[in-house]
């Protein structure tokens, strides 16, 4: 990862300051060219598992990650998969296309900082909100309930671009917050007008990342403003103030979370239905975290 120099809170306030915060942390992180690469060949009407197969095999360090998590209880796929020859053959490219994306946003934010962020509990709270999120759609049986997990476990990516070109500011944040009791989402918008769902939005969609993933990101805290994804903006809402009051990882997030009724009303759950979905994710979050977090 480059060097960060960051940003002055005055230069990154308003809708200008954040469109510069996003380029300004675009030039350190950015995805491999493995996941675009990978987008050109799924739409390239010639392509074949043999020539996916060669290109993902081009980043050793990408397919280790992907077959680590593919095997993992959260897939639960009926047979391991040994070979990425294989992942390509039988588990479908939607869920290739999940993997790569999965394992190239963590590379991205890989070489963090030391001593900025602890990145097995921001990635620990992230993969929770994801699994719990799905687990919510499953209860309700919905169609597209897998398509939850992505934009959950990417829901807070802009707690990572705040931490690397806004420090102070997120020192400030996390003080204030200790004193007040509001929420960083809150005092993110008084400090900056806008918040970390709008930062790590724009960069998902600078990234050339779908819809489906950076609109519920930026709506998670404002699900009903999700637009054509607000069930996946509600789940993720849901799954995000259950974790954090529940405390399992932490993206900063510490303090409990109201949850909005008319999220708990769009998702037709209630409180308890929420306790029990949320208690038995934990024990698939734990499982996928330790694949997930392997080197």
């Known amino acids: 990862?480059?060097?960060?120099?960051?940003?002055?809170?005055?230069?990154?306030?308003?809708?200008?300051?954040?469109?510069?915060?996003?380029?300004?942390?675009?030039?350190?992180?950015?995805m491999p060219d493995i996941y675009y690469r990978l987008e050109e060949l799924i739409v390239e009407p010639a392509s074949t598992t043999d020539t996916i197969s060669d290109l993902l095999r081009s980043d050793p360090d990408l397919c280790a990650r992907m077959l680590r998590v593919a095997n993992s209880a959260f897939y639960s796929f009926p047979t391991r998969i040994e070979t990425i020859e294989r992942a390509v053959g039988t588990i479908g490219l939607r869920q290739i296309r999940e993997l790569v994306l999965m394992t190239s946003v963590v590379k991205a934010f890989d070489g963090f900082p030391d001593g900025s962020v602890n990145m097995e509990t921001f990635w620990e709270h992230s993969i929770a909100v994801g699994v719990t999120a799905r687990a919510l759609g499953e209860y309700r049986a919905l169609p597209n309930a897998s398509s939850f997990y992505i934009p959950g476990l990417l829901h807070d990516i802009g707690r990572l671009v705040m931490v690397l070109k806004l420090p102070g500011l997120m020192h400030d944040l996390l003080d204030r917050r200790s004193h007040s009791g509001e929420t960083l989402f809150a005092l993110e918008q008084q400090s900056l007008g806008y918040t970390h769902a709008d930062i790590g939005a724009l960069l998902l969609e600078n990234w050339n990342v779908p819809e489906s993933i950076w609109q519920p990101v930026r709506a998670h805290h404002d699900p009903q403003n999700g637009g054509e994804y607000v069930v996946t903006a509600c789940a993720i809402h849901i799954a995000d103030a259950w974790v954090n009051t529940n405390r399992s990882g932490s993206s900063g997030g510490k303090f409990s979370v109201d949850i909005e009724t008319s999220a708990l009303q769009t998702m037709g759950i209630d409180k308890q239905d929420l306790d029990l979905i949320g208690r038995s994710a934990g024990v698939e979050t734990m499982a996928l975290v330790r694949q997930f977090m392997a080197h």
């Open 1 to 30: 990862m480059a060097s960060v120099y960051p940003l002055d809170v005055v230069q990154a306030h308003g809708s200008v300051g954040l469109a510069l915060l996003v380029r300004e942390v675009d030039k350190l992180v950015s």
